[in-house]
């Protein structure tokens, strides 16, 4: 992964929040302890940070948990969102925020911030021709 995605990941969720998506990523289900030793090897992390912070984003819909074997020890947190889904989300509101401000200045921007891009505005088109015949 490069250092510009993850800086830019971590501008939208937080340093640490995007630090354990991108661990949980990379590793898959993780237990905090799991999660906390793995974080604690790239930066100086306490264990109860590791657990707030998790808390914070099992609220958000980042991760999920899951527990196989009973006992608390045994609960595993998972990303519940790919990279996919965290940079469509951050888009919608923040293109939501500009619309409900500015209308149609901000749809015209966006316009132009695709224009010279033949794949990005191949897959707008594709995008408004799949939304509006669903909403047939």
């Known amino acids: 992964m490069s250092s510009r995605r993850k800086a830019d990941l971590g501008k939208v969720l937080g340093t640490r929040q995007a630090s354990i998506v991108e661990y949980l990523w990379a590793h898959g289900p993780q237990s905090v302890s799991e999660l906390h030793r793995g974080l604690s090897e ?10 707030t912070e998790l808390t914070r984003m099992l609220k958000k819909g980042l991760v999920a948990k899951g527990n196989d074997g009973g006992s608390h020890l045994d609960v595993r947190y998972r990303a519940a969102v790919t990279r ?20 149609p200045a901000a749809v015209h921007g966006f316009v132009d911030a695709v224009a010279n891009d033949g794949a990005a505005l191949a897959e707008l088109r594709r995008l408004l021709h799949d939304r509006s015949r669903k909403r047939r």
């Open 42 to 51: 790239r930066e100086d992390l306490a264990y109860t940070t590791v657990f």
């Open 84 to 103: 996919e889904d965290v940079v469509a989300r951050i888009v919608a509101q923040t293109l939501g925020g500009l619309i409900s401000a500015h209308g």
